[in-house]
């Protein structure tokens, strides 16, 4: 065997070792972290989903490369005496599913969502849509307004993002067909690798909330799947802002908006003030904190939708 047949022999088997580790890892995370709420089925896949206490529903949307449990892990006990309270995954992500990357754009994440409200007819709930949730949440009030009825968004993605965050970088993959090659192979090392310094920029200025890998959604993050869906969702959604960018002044529902002032990733000003500037949302921030607001200040996050619910068509 040549120089050169000996290399891709080893090349071969690295990439071979490191699919086995990323499927362990994924296998692990998945075993930690099981499905434990209900499945609806609806058009282009299926919608996992938490339901806690009684009352108006309030429903949860979550952002990009997370999952339901960064509600549960305390934004949601803190208003499930009040609430009916109800946490997703999104299409794609946690333990939902989508039919493939076409379900991964803003119109047609929301329009599942819409689906999903409808089927397990929750009337005109109060939508909590955090970071790319904002986003979804508002193209869901846009196209489907009959199954919203009030906003309240937290850090949420309102504009087009010209320079990915650093933390994003490693998902931001382009051709398309290579996501798929990444995450199956090469995913569940590189969140052993970088998932430490990853958090801590999703967090800054503030500290990475405690048991965050166990119980806040950090785990599921380790599947291969929940790779591919963030990648997905990012190249989508990127291509897709004009769902919402350009249409906010046919918003037809009460709006709140609320951001860590010191958020390292979205940019109150742009994203937050420049909203509501446009539509007369409600508008607020909180001093030294940062993106992850629903996991470091669930008590301000709660009292803020409290005020949102408020606003519910009687």
């Not at 499945?39 to 979550?62: A, L, N, S, Y």
């Not at 921030?285 to 619910?309: N, Q, S, V, W």
């Amino acid at each position: 065997m040549s120089v050169f047949g000996y290399v891709g022999l080893v090349v071969v088997l690295l990439i071979l070792l490191v699919a086995i580790v990323t499927q362990f890892v994924g296998s692990a995370a998945a075993a930690h972290s099981p499905r434990r709420g209900r499945m609806t089925r609806v058009r282009g896949g299926k919608i996992h989903w938490i339901d806690r206490g009684k009352g108006q529903p309030v429903v949860m949307i979550h952002g990009l490369g997370g999952n339901l449990e960064n509600f549960t892990y305390a934004l949601a006990p803190a208003l499930q005496d009040d609430f009916r309270v109800i946490a997703i995954d999104r299409p794609g992500c946690g333990w939902s599913e989508r039919d493939g990357a076409d379900q991964a754009t803003l119109a047609e994440q929301a329009r599942m969502i819409a689906d999903f409200i409808a089927t397990e007819d929750l009337g005109q709930p109060l939508i909590v849509g955090h970071s790319l949730g904002g986003a979804i949440a508002l193209a869901l009030a846009l196209n489907h307004p009959d199954r919203v009825g009030a906003l309240a968004l937290i850090c949420p993605a309102t504009a087009p993002i010209d320079k990915v965050p650093d933390a994003f970088k490693g998902i931001d993959i382009r051709p398309p067909w290579l996501i798929p090659v990444i995450g199956h192979t090469l995913s569940g090392a590189m969140a052993l690798l970088m998932e430490k310094k990853i958090f801590a920029e999703v967090f800054a200025p503030e500290p990475v909330s405690e048991g965050f890998i166990e119980r806040g959604g950090g785990m599921l993050g380790r599947r291969p799947e929940s790779f591919i869906a963030a990648a997905q969702d990012m190249a989508r959604s990127r291509a897709s802002t004009g769902d919402v960018v350009g249409r906010e002044k046919e918003l037809t529902v009460p709006m709140g908006i609320l951001f860590g002032a010191a958020d390292a990733l979205l940019d109150p000003a742009i994203h937050g003030k420049a909203l509501a500037e446009k539509t007369g949302a409600d508008y607020a921030e909180l001093p030294g904190r940062g993106h992850m607001i629903p996991l470091t200040a669930p008590g301000d996050c709660a009292d803020f939708i409290r005020r949102m619910a408020a606003k519910l068509p009687v």
